[in-house]
């Protein structure tokens, strides 16, 4: 089994029905199991080209038999059965699925980049990892150093 970290996120209708669908449909994936779940999280969009609504964010840990590139077409499957359209790049979501890690895992090609090439710039995903990994450090991926550098004021907890 293989561990990985996926970010969650919706900025459209009830988000967190949506994020909750989601866990839901990321639970029934085959050879895959949630470890760990994150608080949820309202952020303000981020590097965003229009007037967008805030986002709520999770992140999950999940053991898999899956390798990296099966995983990311289960997300993007479920994403496509939540209704998730791609009008441009960054444009308001009812869901994202993101593959942050897998393990120590390096990647890049076309479909998949590993670790995600931004996940350091954003903390409304760093904040959701520090639920779900103890000392803030997955595998060789330590973001103790890169919190401090980020404005976490706008990375508000719900529950």
């Known amino acids: 089994m293989n561990e990985a970290i996926l970010g969650i996120g919706s900025n459209i209708g009830d988000r967190e029905k949506n994020l909750n669908m989601?866990?839901?449909?990321?639970?029934?994936?085959?050879?895959?199991?949630?470890?760990?779940?994150?608080k949820f999280y309202e952020t303000v969009p981020f590097n965003v080209p229009d007037k967008q609504e805030n986002y709520f964010n999770?992140?999950?840990?999940l053991s898999t038999r899956l390798k990296p590139h099966t995983l990311l077409g289960?997300?993007?499957g479920i994403e496509a059965a939540m209704g998730r359209v791609r009008k441009y790049r960054f444009c308001s979501r009812v869901?994202?699925?993101?593959?942050l890690l897998y393990g120590n895992y390096?990647?890049?090609d076309e479909d998949l980049i590993l670790p995600h090439p931004r996940m350091h710039e954003r903390a409304f995903v760093l904040v959701p990892m520090m639920d779900i990994c103890e000392n803030m450090k997955f595998y060789d991926f330590n973001f103790s150093s890169i919190l401090t550098k980020l404005d976490l004021s706008e990375?508000?907890?719900?529950n």
Do not use: F, G, Q, Y
């Not at 999770?58 to 840990?61: D, F």
């Open 22 to 38: 989601a866990i839901e449909s990321i639970s029934l994936i085959p050879n895959t199991k949630i470890l760990r779940i994150s």
């Open 58 to 61: 999770c992140c999950i840990r």
């Open 74 to 76: 289960a997300c993007l």
């Open 95 to 99: 869901i994202d699925i993101d593959l």
């Open 106 to 108: 390096k990647c890049s």
């Open 155 to 158: 990375v508000i907890p719900l």
